[in-house]
């Protein structure tokens, strides 16, 4: 009887060992698992809103690459900034010559790289095809064109001033009339009018045949809201010039 | 002498019940370390191998066909944060043609190019060649190139 009794009061002590086996499982084993696990999940969620910021930098950055004639057999790129993230320059595409570089742009800023040497065979007409590779992976072309070369001195296709006008719409269902007016103080006069524009304007103004030296401008960007009532207001107002071939054969004039 | 040992059996029992019990919990606590462990390398490889696969960034940054020599030189770049392994294709309306196996390093260009040689089918002018270039993490990019 007394064997029985001894019996039944360790009749628990299994369980006891079989409870505190499997806490020590729980604390040592699944616990630390299901840690790392989240930790994991956390390190991917991290991750993948850095990629996700990194593509956003990516589609909003812009910039305007100008490339032209710096003295006989040199290039400079010019690179304007027209985003609000900051540029890295990571190579420079003369033709099919990449030039590799490091120069960062600040947003809303402008830089000149160069001096990028190029071969002149004398006598022979040469193009040269010039784009940027910046370090998120945007390449961008030269707004400007190709810049050329007709054996004895750089050519351009065409100079000009781009003027474009963020039109915030009118006073009349939203409807507003621009006129842009671009004149030196020589014999170029010309006047460009956009009626009822509504959104993004743009004007060019073609000024190849201006000669060199002349090429000092003065442009006029005016607003009328309203339908055909109304009077012009002066919008923007300023001097630009052409410096090609030491400068951008095309200038561009933003404004509201 | 029978009285002074009769205790002796439910210690004893009780000695390997309980010897059982921690034989057989430290094993299953072995294994289940084990087991949890390995789970959770798993888990992390797995996660790393996914996000390596999402980082990937690379792009055909330049494409030149030089008609002198008939060669065709395909430029990637890698603008992603982690190294890459491409095969690029080019198709053209006649060939179909391979270069495997180019690793690019994090911010690094094919350097040299990757070559296509199509001496044996010259590429006529305006003819259409498409580019894809395929990470074995199977990301892909595309260009479509004009031969001048």
């Known amino acids: 009887m007394r064997t029985r009794g001894i019996m039944y009061r360790r009749k628990g002590v299994s369980t006891v060992l079989g409870t505190l086996i499997f806490i020590g499982i729980l604390f040592s084993a699944?616990?630390?698992?299901?840690?790392?696990?989240?930790q994991a999940d956390i390190f991917m969620e991290q991750e993948k809103l850095e990629i996700q910021r990194a593509d956003d930098e990516r589609s909003r950055e812009v910039i305007d690459l100008y490339a032209y004639p710096e003295g006989d057999d040199q290039l400079q790129v010019k690179v304007e900034s027209r985003c609000e993230v900051p540029v890295t320059i990571t190579r420079v595409w003369i033709n099919n010559d990449p030039e590799p570089t490091s120069v960062n742009v600040g947003a809303m800023d402008e830089k000149i790289i160069g001096n990028f040497g190029v071969t002149l065979p004398g006598g022979v007409e040469s193009t040269f095809r010039v784009k940027a590779t910046t370090s998120r992976g945007n390449v961008f072309e030269n707004l400007a064109g190709d810049v050329k070369y007709d054996g004895s001195g750089w050519v351009t296709e065409e100079q000009g001033i781009y003027v474009v006008v963020d039109s915030e719409g009118g006073g009349f269902w939203g409807f507003g009339s621009y006129?842009?007016?671009?004149?030196n103080d020589y014999d170029y006069l010309e006047t460009k009018t956009e009626s009822f524009a509504f959104g993004s304007v743009s004007f060019f103004f073609n000024t190849t045949n201006v000669p060199q030296g002349e090429r000092e401008f003065h442009v006029t960007v005016e607003k009328r809201s309203g339908w055909f009532w109304g009077s012009w207001n002066v919008v923007y107002e300023d001097d630009v010039e052409i410096t090609w071939p030491s400068g951008p054969a095309i200038v561009w004039v933003f404004t509201t | 002498m029978s009285d002074q040992r009769r205790a002796l059996s439910p210690v004893i029992a009780t000695v390997i019940l309980a010897g059982v019990v921690l034989t057989i919990g430290g094993a299953i606590w072995s294994y289940s370390l084990g087991a949890a462990s390995i789970t959770a390398d798993v888990y992390i490889s797995d996660t790393l191998r996914l996000l390596y696969e999402m980082q990937e960034r690379f792009a055909v940054e330049h494409v030149f066909y030089?008609?002198?020599?008939?060669?065709?030189?395909?430029?990637?770049?890698n603008y992603g944060e982690v190294n890459v392994t491409v095969d690029v294709y080019v198709n053209t309306t006649s060939a179909y043609e391979l270069s495997d196996n180019h690793l690019i390093e994090a911010h690094d260009i094919t350097d040299p190019p990757v070559e296509f040689d199509f001496s044996s089918n010259p590429l006529s002018s305006n003819e259409q060649v498409a580019i894809k270039v395929y990470s074995r993490r199977q990301n892909v990019a595309y260009k479509r190139y004009y031969v001048p």
């Open chain 1, 179 to 183: 006129r842009c007016t671009v004149e």
């Open chain 1, 30 to 38: 699944v616990i630390p698992m299901m840690l790392t696990m989240k």
């Open chain 2, 66 to 77: 030089d008609a002198t020599d008939d060669m065709l030189y395909v430029w990637v770049y």
